[in-house]
């Protein structure tokens, strides 16, 4: 393999020239920023965000509406995970990685000396990051004791590095929130996205109360103290197919909040008087706000109709307004206030979109059409391009997780292929995704995965019904579980596309199991099925593209990260040397300081001018098409 030009940190092997026309269209679009919320001040007056202005995502402040963006920390791996002090938003807690390992250390900063102290010892992973109300202690996960179990550490402020281990179990615990008192702390144990419990543990004795059943099995999607600290509200599927907001009480007793909204509750904040709760509605894909009152009473708040929200929070001492992150398929994610005396959405940043005009970006619509084998209909996010004459190429993007969720978001590359290279794109929600009920999200559980590819057919089958969609130039793309579906379709219905964008797939399901990280083997032995049971590792087989790697006659693109700890590089690796085995052609592209995906900048941007080329010369553009660019 060979340095990328220009990109020592990408070593690439098999991939042409690119023209310099191609980048030039590219770039403004790859160049677009995004404002993600991390953290509230004590007041309201300052927001903390992760933003981007060089290579990676970092830390700013913003102290007013559509202010300056003042950035605080300035490393070369980006930062998205942080939280300020409790009543000193001039030291902020945060966790990074390096290298894209998602091996996190947490730090803290003194924004008064522009100084980060490394508080963990350089070589666990960490996360869930949250401090009590007082801003004495702290509480955080990491997998120190054995690199395979995760557990719960608490520590004084005012000396961080002594933290003491709360927990000590198999499994992944995470800490959630302090009780308002700073007594207690509401905990997690995760045994998969559809099978956890929730905790209530004294710090001072240790003790550890179950606050969901013991028996069965439902998910924790998320969990807030009261603001007496006398209750818990909880956001699960135990009572409903859907996660509902409940209250429990000291008794253990549930009574529902949310039983007349369907769809998943998946945003939650109480205000600290408790005399607000706001929680967010997922409705096949797009976000709904409410904030319900002291009686009661929940009144929907009024965003754009296909806004999604990533992140909701009252200021602690105030419950008259909310802090609001969301973002739209046609504008990048931005922080708003939503004040509620008199409802009023207040801007605080404007991310910018490479100089575009953004009211000729394509937005996405929603369809919905049968699913494989009969199982009823399944939803997908459609991009068409504008001012297109005849039938246009279409893109398939699979989604990851498995378990996670196509929605109308913000993409500058979905926006570079519809809006610029006249390329639609398809964007299914496949059995097993997110946000349609704990039986759509099981429904590819294990050995029941085999079934659930037919949704692949389905998929294919749409587009080649649609008048306005080329079903003889189609092209599949996703990465992680994503990357798996791109080459299960490349494998399994290989006579119906042309292309194929692998980025950080699976190629072979056992493989991948046997050498994923420790400390995530165990989850995803509850989504894909366990391999050391032969019924179950036969079908793992089957499915697996590595092993039906003759059937490939698409062409194909691999994108792998060097220190992914997720699916590691072998994955690509032994997929790339079987397709050259046959002879044929592979462009592959490797990111030495990347992890589970490309987070530098230099890296993402050539990463996805070269995933346009590919796309652009194996299932072509029209011959009409508008265009978007501004000349600069």
Not at 296 to 306: D, F, I, K, T
Not at 572 to 577: D, G, L, R, T
Request: aromatic fraction near 8%; charged fraction near 25%.
């Amino acid at each position: 393999m060979q340095p990328a030009p220009g990109v020592p940190t990408l070593l690439q092997s098999g991939l042409p020239a690119i023209s310099p026309e191609l980048r030039a269209r590219a770039s403004q679009y790859l160049n677009a920023r995004a404002a993600l919320l991390a953290d509230v001040s004590s007041d309201g007056g300052t927001i903390l965000i992760s933003t981007r202005f060089g290579s990676t995502s970092q830390l700013h402040v913003v102290e007013m509406p559509l202010g300056m963006r003042t950035q605080i920390t300035f490393g070369d791996e980006p930062v998205t995970l942080a939280k300020f002090q409790p009543g000193d938003a001039q030291t902020v807690w945060y966790l990074q990685d390096a290298g894209g390992g998602e091996f996190f250390q947490l730090y803290r900063l003194d924004r008064r000396t522009g100084r980060s102290e490394l508080l963990t010892d350089g070589k666990s992973r960490h996360g869930s990051l949250t401090l009590s109300r007082d801003g004495k202690r702290l509480a955080f996960s990491g997998t120190q004791r054995n690199g395979k179990d995760t557990d719960v550490y608490l520590a004084d402020t005012a000396s961080p590095k002594k933290a003491r281990r709360l927990t000590e179990a198999e499994g992944t615990w995470e800490p959630v929130e302090f009780s308002p008192d700073g007594a207690r702390l509401l905990l997690t144990h995760e045994r998969s996205v559809q099978d956890a419990d929730l905790y209530a543990l004294e710090v001072a004795s240790g003790n550890l109360t179950q606050l969901t059943p013991k028996e069965g099995k439902a998910s924790v999607l998320g969990a807030r103290w009261t603001a007496d600290g006398k209750g818990v509200y909880l956001v699960t599927d135990r009572w409903s197919d859907f996660n509902q907001l409940y209250l429990l009480d000291k008794a253990g007793k549930h009574a529902p909040v949310t039983a007349d909204l369907k769809w998943d509750v998946e945003e939650l904040a109480v205000a600290e008087d408790g005399s607000r709760v706001a929680f967010v509605i997922n409705e096949e894909g797009a976000s709904r706000l409410y904030v319900q009152d002291r009686h009661g009473r929940a009144q929907p708040v009024a965003l754009p109709a296909n806004a999604v929200i990533s992140n909701i929070e009252f200021p602690r001492r105030r419950a008259d307004v909310l802090v609001v992150n969301f973002q739209t398929a046609t504008q990048p994610s931005d922080v708003y206030e939503v004040d509620l005396r008199g409802v009023r959405v207040v801007r605080w940043t404007r991310s910018e979109v490479g100089g575009l005009d953004p009211s000729r970006f394509v937005d996405a619509q929603l369809v919905r059409y049968p699913a494989g084998g009969g199982a009823g209909m399944m939803p997908a996010f459609l991009y068409k391009p504008r001012n297109a004459t005849g039938k246009v190429p279409v893109v398939v993007i699979w989604h990851g997780g498995p378990e996670s969720q196509s929605r109308p978001t913000f993409s500058s590359f979905v926006q570079l292929m519809a809006s610029e290279l006249g390329i639609a794109v398809l964007m299914p929600n496949v059995r097993g995704s997110f946000g349609y009920g704990k039986a759509y999200l099981a429904a590819d559980d294990g050995p029941k995965r085999e079934q659930a590819l037919t949704d692949i057919g389905a998929t294919l089958d749409f587009i080649e019904q649609q008048p306005d969609l080329d079903g003889l130039r189609i092209g599949v793309y996703g990465g992680s579980y994503g990357g798996y579906m791109t080459l299960s379709t490349a494998t399994f219905y290989g006579n119906r596309i042309r292309a194929a964008v692998d980025v950080v797939g699976i190629s072979n399901l056992v493989t991948f199991l046997e050498n994923t990280q420790a400390y995530r083997r165990d989850l995803r032995r509850a989504e894909y099925g366990d391999e050391r049971n032969p019924e179950i590792r036969a079908v793992q087989e089957r499915i697996s593209p590595l092993l039906s790697v003759q059937k490939i006659e698409a062409e194909l693109f691999v994108q792998q990260g060097y220190n992914d700890p997720r699916v590691p590089r072998s994955e690509a690796e032994q997929i790339v040397k079987a397709v050259r085995a046959r002879g044929k052609d592979v462009w592959y592209l490797l990111g030495m300081n990347e992890g589970h995906g490309f987070a530098k900048l230099d890296n993402r941007i050539y990463f996805y001018e070269r995933t346009a080329q590919f796309l652009d010369e194996t299932i072509g553009a029209p011959a009409a098409v508008g265009s978007n660019t501004t000349g600069q």
